[in-house]
């Protein structure tokens, strides 16, 4: 069975340019989160989708990133424009349904550097 | 809010049982406790829940006393291979399901193993 598929997994920018991650969950997963990582620290939820529905955007910074998941299947995350901060790993992971006591699959990462 | 305390470091060597220890003093009634681990450049990796007592899989044990206050994540025989970052989260579905605390990974322990 495939695990949850990210592209790229690396990418470079020049500040203030936009870029925008992918993202393909488990198949059946209805729950498909996006988070954030840094450097020595764990990741941080960013928002989760219920289906095509963000049920969690609370720490999503929307004046500049976005996200989207039509149809209820794959996910991109966007940011526009890219700041020198954003630079980390973007991480995708799907589950069945919500909740904690579902275990989440994550994806390899998309790591962003911002030059 | 379930905040967890973890070590942020430990070190052991190839053969011996690890014991890394979570302590979660505001755990609530319906929390499940989750354990993650990661490796350099991969998303995290589920490794163990439970709720009370002792759980055991073919990977590691997860032991809850009774007040539920801390939970101890257990690895018998560690080799090389289980240097890794290792997460306790604790939540709930309906936490999970109306915000982000139930989805808090911290900053983990650093677990190295010597030969």
């Known amino acids: 069975e495939a695990g949850v598929v990210q592209s790229p997994r690396y990418k470079i920018i020049e500040k203030k340019q936009p870029v925008a991650f992918w993202c393909n969950p488990i198949?059946?997963?209805?729950?498909l989160y996006w988070y954030l990582q840094n450097l020595g620290q764990g990741p941080e939820l960013l928002i989760r989708y219920e289906n095509e529905e963000a049920v969690d955007d609370s720490q999503l910074p929307k004046d500049r990133f976005s996200a989207e998941r039509l149809k209820g299947v794959d996910s991109t995350l966007k940011i526009q424009p890219a700041e020198l901060g954003d630079s980390a790993v973007y991480l995708c992971?799907?589950?069945?349904?919500?909740?904690?006591?579902?275990?989440?699959?994550f994806g390899p990462g998309t790591r962003l550097t911002v030059l | 809010l379930a905040k967890t305390t973890q070590p942020i470091s430990m070190d052991s060597y190839e053969g011996q049982e690890v014991n890394i220890t979570c302590s979660h003093n505001n755990i609530a009634t319906n929390d499940y406790i989750t354990w993650y681990q990661q490796f350099p450049s991969q998303g995290p990796r589920f490794i163990i829940q439970?709720?009370?007592t002792k759980v055991t899989n073919e990977v590691a044990s997860l032991f809850i006393p009774a007040d539920r206050k801390s939970s101890t994540l257990s690895l018998p025989r560690v080799s090389l291979s289980d240097t890794a970052v290792y997460y306790c989260?604790?939540?709930?579905?309906?936490?999970?399901?109306?915000?982000?605390?139930?989805?808090?990974f911290g900053k983990g322990t650093h677990l190295i193993i010597q030969p």
């Open positions: 198949s059946g997963h209805n729950t």
């Open positions: 989260l604790v939540g709930d579905e309906s936490r999970g399901g109306g915000g982000a605390d139930g989805l808090t």
């Open positions: 439970g709720y009370k």
């Open positions: 992971a799907s589950s069945l349904w919500r909740g904690l006591n579902n275990e989440q699959f």
